[in-house]
């Protein structure tokens, strides 16, 4: 079982930065694909980001490109968010996923999740 859990977040004004970091349980860390997701009330989670177990890959929503980056520290057992240029569509809560098998974008490849930490972006 996998562990996470996401802080960070916070108020920030548009066009601010935020970085938001997930700590993970467990010794198979490395093996993992990570994701973060975000969700505002009434709607589908959606994905923002994620990266393969190594760290090779990353693969971004088309709304957050050029804007977010990702990264990993396999040594800590850590995966933070950068987020840059933010706007007040960006305000959601951001939660840390974990994929043992798939690599991709789709919720249903994910199986441990986190409480979520709230980034909200005034105008």
């Known amino acids: 079982q996998v562990q996470l859990v996401e802080s960070g977040g916070g108020l920030v004004q548009a066009g601010g930065s935020l970085r938001l970091s997930c700590a993970a349980s467990?010794?198979?860390?490395?093996?993992?694909?990570m994701a973060w997701f975000r969700q505002t009330p009434g709607k589908v989670r959606e994905f923002v980001a994620a990266?393969?177990?190594?760290?090779?890959?990353?693969l971004f929503a088309d709304s957050v490109k050029g804007r977010f980056t990702i990264s990993r520290d396999n040594a800590k057992n850590t995966v933070d968010l950068q987020m840059n240029s933010l706007k007040p569509e960006d305000t959601a809560v951001y939660y840390c996923?974990?994929?043992?098998?798939?690599?991709?974008?789709?919720?249903?490849?994910?199986?441990?999740w986190g409480q979520g930490t709230q980034v909200t972006v005034s105008s």
């Open positions: 996923a974990s994929s043992q098998i798939r690599y991709g974008s789709s919720l249903s490849y994910y199986d441990y």
């Open positions: 467990g010794r198979t860390f490395a093996s993992y694909t």
């Open positions: 990266i393969s177990a190594r760290g090779g890959r990353t």
